[in-house]
């Protein structure tokens, strides 16, 4: 029954690694977006895709590669992991946007600890 | 660019006392307001919308309030209970579709 879910919800991994993060929504809904939440609390976005359409992409390293197979999906993949990288990380996923009314659903996110 | 302050950081209030939690952004032209609640080691909970156009939302003992032409929104719960404790967190969508977050006001409610 749940919403939006990721997997795995805790991540321990060393410096260099390659790891992927996913994430499924059973909403419905046509818009998902990566976030990530810093030691500090502040969330800011990373991605966002639009039926399988990249439609956010910020200022993010190219080492994170998100990758949408369907819109219930978008994978979070990070080559060459490196300590600032660890955070909690968000899926989250909403109606179309410009819509009026355009809740994000958020996901229980992913801790990445990167030693 | 949009920045997004939420103030207190903190507070800390006795079960039954009213919750007031204050959000200002930098740029009034947002398309929407959200409020959301975080639980410690999990995910963000929607609370509230507001639509640019509207004054206010409410939703049981929750009230949101929006002056969009002074950059702020209050976020009003009564009678505030141990299960309201949480980081509450104010979200702006200006016209493109990135949301901006505050840091949060972090609430604990004595029992």
């Known amino acids: 029954d749940t919403a939006v879910s990721q997997t795995p919800k805790y991540l321990v991994t060393q410096m260099g690694n390659d790891k992927s993060i996913k994430c499924e929504q059973n909403?419905?809904?046509?818009?998902m977006y990566w976030y990530k939440q810093d030691s500090k609390k502040f969330l800011k976005i990373m991605f966002s895709?639009?039926?399988?359409?990249?439609?956010i992409n910020e200022t993010v390293p190219n080492r994170f590669s998100p990758k949408s197979p369907d819109k219930a999906h978008l994978n979070l993949h990070i080559n060459s992991l490196e300590l600032g990288d660890s955070a909690v990380y968000f899926c989250?996923?909403?109606?179309?946007?410009?819509?009026?009314?355009?809740?994000?659903?958020f996901g229980p996110g992913t801790r990445l600890l990167v030693l | 660019k949009q920045e997004v302050t939420q103030i207190p950081a903190a507070l800390s209030v006795p079960e039954g006392e009213n919750l007031v939690l204050n959000c200002s952004f930098t740029?009034?032209?947002?398309?929407?307001l959200q409020w959301f609640r975080q639980d410690p080691g999990k995910g963000l909970t929607s609370l509230l919308l507001?639509?640019?156009?509207?004054r206010e939302q409410t939703s049981g003992r929750l009230n949101a309030s929006l002056d969009k032409s002074s950059g702020r929104s209050t976020l009003y719960i009564a009678a505030s209970q141990p299960g309201d404790s949480a980081t509450y967190l104010c979200?702006?969508?200006?016209?493109?579709?990135?949301?901006?977050f505050g840091a949060g006001t972090t609430v604990t409610v004595r029992a």
């Open positions: 895709y639009n039926n399988k359409e990249l439609i």
């Open positions: 909403l419905g809904h046509d818009t």
């Open positions: 979200a702006v969508r200006p016209n493109d579709y990135k949301l901006s």
């Open positions: 507001i639509q640019s156009s509207q």
């Open positions: 989250a996923s909403s109606q179309v946007p410009g819509g009026l009314q355009e809740t994000q659903y």
């Open positions: 740029d009034s032209a947002i398309y929407n």
